[in-house]
């Protein structure tokens, strides 16, 4: 059975550094790319990147570029999403997910993380 | 904004036929495909459709999409009170370089 499993909910300040894992089991980790998805209170889906573990290739979405730092360590099947300087506006749920194959979709979905980022 | 927009809201009564729509443009839906998401109260979204028209394996024939230009629509025959939840379709953008989604669409079941 394909799993993603997410680590737990984190509070932190402003200005403050996190890392949030994405461990795959029940599937080949290297083989799929994992993607990151954010999900502010209340809101809609937006698409942070991409991550492949087989090659640690990455694919930033331009209004995120720059804000995120995408990750994965075959080793152990963990996908990483980090933050070298958390804001406020950073707060969400971050999901990570499986890109299906060769298209567009995410066919696995993580628990979500909830980031709070609060003084 | 949504790159792709969606109606915030669609309701039906159990048992009826409910379609909801999914407007882009070229840069998206109309030259790659489209996927839709079933989000229940408190949990991660879920896989319905893929491919414009492609069910995973477990996901009732109930369940269906469609895609025309650059439009999409997912269609859920018999519906049920499980059903209730937040849908979303996704592409992607060849102009963002990026995955896109729509901004949701509330079902209700009356």
């Known amino acids: 059975e394909v799993q993603l499993v997410q680590s737990g909910a984190e509070v932190k300040k402003p200005g403050e550094s996190l890392r949030i894992s994405c461990k795959g089991s029940?599937?080949?980790?290297?083989?799929?790319?994992i993607g990151w998805v954010r999900q502010m209170p209340g809101k809609d889906l937006e698409w942070l990147g991409l991550?492949?573990?087989?090659?640690?290739?990455?694919r930033y979405s331009p209004s995120f570029q720059g804000q995120i730092t995408l990750s994965a360590d075959k080793s152990i099947s963990t996908a990483y999403l980090q933050w070298s300087s958390l804001k406020a506006s950073d707060t969400a749920l971050y999901y990570c997910?499986?890109?299906?194959?060769?298209?567009?979709?995410?066919?696995?979905w993580g628990q979500g993380t909830l980031v709070t980022v609060s003084s | 904004q949504s790159v792709l927009t969606q109606p915030p809201s669609v309701s039906a009564t159990p048992g009826q036929k409910v379609t909801i729509s999914c407007s882009g443009s070229?840069?998206?839906?109309?030259?790659?495909?489209v996927s839709w998401y079933q989000q229940l109260p408190g949990t991660a979204p879920k896989l319905l459709i893929y491919?414009?028209?492609e069910r995973p394996s477990g996901i009732p024939d109930r369940f269906s999409g469609s895609k025309s230009g650059t439009s999409a629509t997912l269609g859920i025959t018999g519906l049920q009170t499980g059903d209730e939840a937040d849908y979303y379709c996704?592409?992607?953008?060849?102009?963002?370089?990026?995955?896109?989604f729509g901004g949701g669409t509330k079902l209700t079941v009356l």
């Open positions: 997910a499986r890109r299906g194959g060769s298209g567009s979709h995410f066919d696995y």
């Open positions: 029940g599937y080949r980790f290297t083989n799929y790319w």
């Open positions: 991550i492949y573990p087989g090659g640690s290739d990455s």
């Open positions: 070229s840069a998206n839906i109309g030259n790659n495909y």
């Open positions: 491919d414009n028209d």
């Open positions: 996704g592409a992607w953008d060849s102009s963002l370089s990026a995955v896109v």
